[in-house]
């Protein structure tokens, strides 16, 4: 049976150590879509590593890692990532017999990286920006859907390449002159270090879909990995302030190649409470109603963006869009992270529904302005105490209060806690049901 990991809020909900805990027992783990604008954390014996394109799996040897053609790609990170594997002896001499990258994966170029910055700093102007990582990633899937993207594949063919590039930096070339009232892009730069990494990247570079295929035939465990959360999705999450591709657990099946019989299991990853990075509407959100406690939240819990080091905007859990999480995924089961961090507080919230004007919500609002108006009803549960996370070898060890939290939380959203999270540590970990 195949799995899919997704995010079940507006990402950094954990994904990075669900997956590395999967990967054991799956002989392929694919990247589906997203760029390195994701940031997945992993603490494997005391030591860290933070992931931003290659799949988590890599830090289990002999696993077969894939970056799919729904993925926006970035070959300076992903060579950085790999230099960095090695040093760390996470990787062998020849990282490519680990490491597959789709051929009809789109490419970041520095082009796409200007206009993000550009286009925040313009919008900043007005207090309309979106507060995106400004790696490019927007500007690499707009070429995509209009046709003018660059692939993995146009890296090596020279000819190809170079008529891509011309036709795609025409066009941007007038956005940055008359718009942003910047200098021009010069073709010629951009196409000698296109070529370069081209040839360096060749080893890598597969017809993933046709892996996959032949692994579902074989009957190979597979997981897919999600980047960014359900609420960052494109058509199902808080648009406009969403990243800008399908988070949700259907863009495994089209960001890799994949039909519907690939997946038998879908896990939400979400922590026992909210963050959110970045601009946006953000209903239990404590920053000013609870200042001292959402700070408190932020330092035990390490909430800086791993792919920014921005500080992470802290909330209550909000079931409402935990229970939306798992309609539009078709999720199976729960993975439950950081409640370690919530122990000491006197008392612990849940959001159960939503007030606008009078009228109660139980469902999150499609239309933007709503979702900013609206105000969470919450249900408050005691607190708990301090626990040590090696004592954890069951439920029944926990703190009762917890374990009435847990219990509330199956019972929501109509699914089971699959894993629970006890510590950062890949050892501080209740695996409850197996999804392979």
């Known amino acids: 049976m195949n799995?899919?990991?997704?995010?079940?809020?507006?990402?950094?909900?954990?994904?990075?150590?669900?997956?590395d805990l999967y990967s054991a027992k799956a002989d392929y783990i694919v990247r589906y879509q997203g760029g390195n604008n994701a940031g997945h954390?992993?603490?494997?014996?005391?030591?860290?590593?933070?992931?931003?394109?290659?799949?988590?799996?890599?830090?289990?040897?002999?696993?077969?890692?894939?970056?799919?053609?729904?993925?926006?790609?970035?070959?300076?990170?992903?060579?950085?990532?790999?230099?960095?594997?090695?040093?760390?002896?996470?990787?062998?001499?020849?990282p490519y017999e680990a490491i597959r990258?789709?051929?009809?994966?789109?490419?970041?170029?520095?082009?796409?990286?200007?206009?993000?910055?550009?286009?925040?700093?313009?919008?900043?102007?007005?207090?309309?920006?979106?507060?995106?990582?400004?790696?490019?990633?927007?500007?690499?899937?707009?070429?995509?859907?209009?046709?003018?993207?660059i692939q993995v594949i146009?890296?090596?063919?020279?000819?190809?390449?170079?008529?891509?590039?011309?036709?795609?930096?025409e066009e941007k070339n007038i956005l940055l002159e008359h718009l942003f009232h910047t200098e021009k892009v010069e073709i010629e730069p951009i196409y000698e270090e296109c070529l370069?990494?081209?040839?360096?990247?060749?080893?890598?570079?597969?017809?993933?879909?046709?892996?996959?295929?032949?692994?579902?035939?074989?009957?190979?465990?597979?997981?897919?990995?999600?980047?960014?959360?359900?609420?960052?999705?494109?058509?199902?999450?808080?648009?406009?302030f969403v990243t800008s591709s399908n988070t949700v657990a259907a863009g495994a099946l089209a960001g890799s190649g994949v039909g519907l019989h690939a997946v038998g299991s879908v896990i939400g990853i979400t922590k026992a409470y909210t963050t959110r990075v970045?601009?946006?509407?953000?209903?239990?959100?404590?920053?000013?109603?609870?200042?001292?406690?959402?700070?408190?939240?932020?330092?035990?819990?390490?909430?800086?963006?791993?792919?920014?080091?921005?500080?992470?905007?802290?909330?209550?859990?909000?079931?409402?869009?935990?229970?939306?999480?798992?309609?539009?995924?078709?999720?199976?089961?729960?993975?439950?992270?950081k409640a370690d961090v919530l122990q000491g507080l006197d008392s612990i919230k849940v959001c159960t529904s939503y007030r606008l004007a009078g009228t109660f919500l139980y469902d999150l609002p499609s239309c933007i302005e709503d979702l900013e108006n609206v105000e969470p009803v919450y249900k408050t549960f005691p607190g708990w105490g301090p626990y040590d996370p090696k004592k954890i070898k069951a439920v029944a060890d926990l703190p009762k209060e917890l374990q009435v939290y847990m219990d509330y939380i199956e019972k929501f959203t109509g699914i089971p806690i699959v894993l629970m999270s006890t510590g950062a540590g890949r050892e501080e970990t209740l695996l409850l049901s197996y999804p392979f």
């Open 196 to 240: 370069k990494l081209g040839k360096r990247l060749k080893p890598y570079v597969a017809d993933v879909r046709a892996i996959l295929t032949t692994a579902i035939q074989n009957k190979r465990p597979i997981l897919f990995e999600g980047a960014q959360g359900t609420l960052l999705d494109v058509d199902h999450g808080t648009y406009p």
């Open 278 to 337: 970045g601009t946006g509407p953000f209903p239990t959100e404590m920053e000013k109603t609870e200042p001292q406690i959402a700070d408190k939240i932020r330092k035990v819990g390490g909430e800086f963006g791993a792919t920014t080091g921005r500080p992470r905007r802290t909330g209550w859990l909000d079931l409402v869009a935990l229970k939306y999480a798992v309609e539009v995924n078709g999720l199976t089961g729960i993975a439950l992270m």
């Open 154 to 169: 146009d890296l090596l063919r020279p000819e190809l390449l170079h008529s891509k590039l011309r036709r795609a930096i």
């Open 41 to 94: 954390t992993l603490v494997v014996g005391g030591k860290k590593t933070v992931l931003h394109l290659i799949p988590s799996g890599i830090l289990h040897p002999g696993k077969i890692c894939l970056i799919a053609n729904g993925v926006v790609f970035d070959p300076t990170v992903f060579f950085e990532e790999i230099e960095s594997l090695q040093v760390a002896g996470a990787l062998s001499s020849a």
């Open 3 to 19: 799995v899919v990991v997704v995010g079940a809020q507006w990402g950094d909900e954990g994904k990075g150590k669900v997956v």
């Open 101 to 149: 990258v789709s051929e009809r994966a789109h490419v970041i170029l520095p082009y796409h990286r200007l206009l993000d910055r550009l286009r925040e700093e313009h919008a900043a102007k007005d207090q309309s920006k979106i507060g995106t990582t400004v790696r490019g990633i927007g500007p690499s899937y707009e070429d995509k859907v209009a046709r003018r993207g």
